[in-house]
């Protein structure tokens, strides 16, 4: 709801006091030890919440790619926490990482090194599943 209802009171009065995440799914948790211990124990399950979250890519401007779930059933930080620790880019967006030549994409995953051979099939599992999974 927090997302989609974009000029509902309710979400202006939460965004005024706590601000939302980049993409504007969440709002941030307080930082403030008074007067917000009710809404500090709702954030408190968001991180168990997003991970039952599955997202809809679309454009992919607004889905994490490596924290988000949306290529299979759990994101893919924890699907390949090698690759992920890996990643040059941990907060990019699947729009972030994927090119497109007229209508075919492709994947352009950056990492902090060069892989080595026993992670070979880490990267080639990664983009087995990403190739079922079509971008629109």
Same mark, same amino acid.
């Given at each position: ?11 202006? +009065? ?21 007067? +917000? ?8 399950? &968001? ?15 607004? +889905? ?36 497109w030549n007229g209508d075919v994409h492709h994947w352009n ?5 060069? &892989?080595?051979?026993?992670?070979e099939g880490s990267i080639y599992s990664l983009l087995t ?8």
């Open positions: 709801m927090f997302a989609k209802e974009d000029n509902a009171m309710w979400r202006n +009065v939460i965004k005024a006091n706590y601000g939302s995440d980049d993409l504007g799914w969440w709002s941030k948790m307080s930082s403030s030890s008074y007067g +917000v211990g009710f809404w500090k124990s709702i954030l408190a399950g &968001l991180e168990c919440f997003k991970s039952l979250v599955h997202f809809e890519v679309k454009d992919g401007s607004r +889905v994490l790619f490596w924290h988000d779930v949306w290529c299979g059933d759990r994101s893919l930080k924890t699907q390949f926490r090698g690759l992920f620790r890996l990643a040059r880019h941990k907060n990019a967006t699947v729009h972030d990482v994927i090119s995953l950056t990492f902090v090194r060069s &892989l080595n051979d026993w992670e599943l990403l190739a079922s999974k079509a971008p629109r």
